[in-house]
């Protein structure tokens, strides 16, 4: 079974003072993260101070939008605007730069579809002034 990005809905995400740069370059089609100046690592989700050595020199840079599915479920039972949508794939993605993302897969091939699989980002656009950062599988080159 092939899951495709347009049987999923996409709510407009409530946006908190400290995630509003993540969801501003949605808009745009960029996938951010934050960068810690002290130490280096990226972090997600978007916060205030490094969960990694408590700095709080948070800076947003543009991420390569690749990952690797670390874990996935086949959802058959969706809830508020996902309910009656059909199957979707909910999955954890490590992103390339380290953090690791809950997301949608979409356009994914479920009988084949493996922990470990390359994917890149696609946005799914709310109609709120924002989109969703959803992974579908990496496109051969
Ligand atoms: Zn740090």
């Known amino acids: 079974m092939t899951v495709e990005s347009q049987s999923l809905p996409a709510p407009a995400p409530e946006v908190t003072p400290e995630g509003a740069p993540f969801w501003a370059a ?11 100046a002290a130490c280096g690592r990226h972090v ?25 599915v670390y874990s996935f479920t086949l ?4 809830i508020l605007d996902y309910a009656g949508c059909g199957p979707y ?23 084949t579809l ?11 656009d709310t109609g709120q002034g924002n989109a969703l950062p959803r992974f579908r599988p990496l496109a051969e080159p």
């Open 114 to 124: 493996s922990i470990g699989d390359e994917v890149q980002v696609v946005f799914a």
């Open 26 to 36: 949605t808009a745009d089609g960029r996938l951010t993260l934050q960068q810690c």
């Open 75 to 78: 959802t058959t039972r969706g």
């Open 89 to 111: 794939v909910l999955a954890l993605v490590e992103l390339a730069e380290g953090p690791k993302m809950m997301t949608n897969l979409v356009g994914v091939d479920t009988s």
């Open 44 to 68: 997600w989700y978007p916060r205030y101070v490094c969960p990694h050595c408590h700095s709080t020199q948070l800076e947003w840079v543009e991420a390569s939008g690749r990952g690797t």
